[in-house]
């Protein structure tokens, strides 16, 4: 009966999935079942009399481990880490009880250990990946505050060198006009190619995410990608089909599973997300702006801009105590020009003659289109003299353009111009305009094609 009920307890404890082992006083293994076996890699045989803590991955750990045990009789769930002979780790929790011979004294300590790799994963990538869900947010906030677009470029880097530890890449952006893709920022690598098409991208070509180099046979290498060991995967920033850029991930496959790459790419989509989406909200609130502060026929800044920037600079100029000159030109008798030769030969010259002015103005000048045939040219930080001079060469390039009319004929015009000085003639934008305003009316009474400083 006795032999029959050993036997029994022998079948329970091979039966179970869990490693049990029993150990003596000294550490020392007395007895394990298959499950220990499988987990260590090591032969019953061998284990016995072994070690119990040589086949943890913190030794000294495991010892305090069951010393505790021994010391209070009992612990529960005590984590420690199995290193199986192949070197593959096994997260456990321990439940250890010391058990009694027939005298009642403690014999040895029965130890049952619960695989909980699978839960301790999980639990880290949950971790993780609520991490990096915040991190995305925190891009995104950052992003929602940027005023230009140039301010989100090293956001969106700084974010993805985050999120993607050991890696390499870039952020392109499309430029409006000429459609290329330009580098603006980028980590890891220095020889990322700086402009290219969106033929030469395959992510671009099918506006969805590209991967290549991970050993998938069917996808091509995209025509941007330099010679690479390295996989990688490009994701086209698309609004409305519209292409915004480009974010360009270099990656190593060593020691990652495919459900980690898998994680990886949903992560990069999401953030990729939340960067077009800011960047398609910062561009189209940039165009606005443009709209509101340019002329659309000649594309200077338009009065409203005038306005404030004047406004700006006088404080400018106030706490430098430096001069500021504002003149007025008005093209002569722009009305009979219209009247003659059509409204298209009058846009004509108030795009040329804007574009002189453009050409015109040094680095801190500010030049605009202040209504119909009236420009306004404001020039920091300058004497009078030499404000008048700087004047009556842009007059005399007025006079030299010349202009083909819808008739065939070519015909040109002449400018005059008023100008006010700060803080000569004011410390203010209104009294500086209309003194200059005033200028300009005895320029024309006193024969146009003339520069007049207010008295």
């Not at 992560?267 to 609130?285: F, G, V």
């Not at 404000?387 to 009319?405: F, H, I, Q």
């Not at 004929?409 to 200059?436: C, F, K, Q, W």
Request: glycine share 6%.
């Amino acid at each position: 009966m006795k032999h029959s009920r050993s036997s029994y307890a022998r079948s329970l404890i091979e039966a179970s999935l869990d490693p049990l082992v029993t150990i003596s006083a000294d550490g020392k293994i007395m007895d394990v079942n298959r499950a220990t076996e499988k987990v260590t890699g090591v032969p019953r045989k061998a284990l016995i009399g072994s070690d119990f803590s040589n086949y943890f991955t913190e030794p000294q750990r495991a010892r305090d481990g069951y010393q505790l045990a021994f010391s209070q009789g009992t612990v529960m769930d005590y984590p420690l880490a199995i290193c199986h002979a192949s070197g593959k780790i096994t997260e456990v929790l321990y439940n250890a009880s010391v058990y009694r011979d027939e005298e009642g004294n403690v014999a040895g300590l029965f130890a049952a250990a619960r695989d909980i790799t699978a839960l301790k994963k999980a639990q880290r990538e949950l971790e993780s990946a609520i991490a990096q869900m915040q991190l995305i947010r925190e891009m995104t906030d950052l992003l929602q505050s940027c005023q230009k677009t140039d301010e989100a470029y090293p956001i969106i880097k700084t974010a993805l060198v985050a999120l993607f530890p050991n890696t390499e890449g870039g952020v392109y952006i499309m430029e409006p006009q000429s459609r290329a893709l330009t580098l603006v920022d980028q980590w890891g690598r220095t020889d990322l190619e700086k402009l290219f098409m969106p033929n030469d991208c395959w992510g671009m070509r099918r506006g969805r995410i590209h991967i290549a180099g991970d050993g998938r046979a069917i996808n091509p290498i995209c025509r941007h990608v330099k010679q690479t060991t390295a996989a990688y995967i490009c994701i086209p920033l698309l609004a409305h089909s519209h292409g915004l850029g480009l974010i360009h991930i270099e990656y190593h496959l060593g020691g990652m599973d495919p459900e980690e790459i898998q994680r990886k790419f949903s992560i990069a989509e999401t953030a990729a997300d939340s960067a077009r989406l800011a960047l398609a909200n910062l561009t189209l609130r940039e165009e606005l702006h443009a709209l509101s502060i340019r002329d659309p026929l000649t594309g200077l800044f338009n009065r409203r801009f005038l306005e404030e920037a004047v406004d700006r600079e006088l404080v400018r100029m106030h706490r430098a105590d430096q001069t500021l000159a504002i003149a007025i030109l008005d093209i002569d008798h722009f009305k009979r020009l219209n009247d003659t030769y059509g409204h298209d030969t009058g846009d004509e010259v108030l795009r040329q003659v804007a574009q002189l002015m453009s050409r015109f103005r040094r680095g801190n000048d500010i030049v605009c289109r202040y209504g119909g045939e009236e420009f306004v040219i404001v020039m920091t930080e300058i004497a009078v003299d030499a404000a008048v001079e700087r004047l009556n060469s842009l007059r005399s390039a007025v006079e030299s353009l010349s202009y083909k009319t819808e008739t065939g004929t070519r015909t040109s015009v002449t400018a005059s111009i008023g100008m006010s000085l700060y803080p000569e003639h004011g410390d203010n934008r209104l009294d500086l305009i209309t003194r200059a305003d005033q200028a300009l009316y005895l320029a024309k009474n006193g024969g146009r094609n003339r520069v007049v400083v207010a008295d």
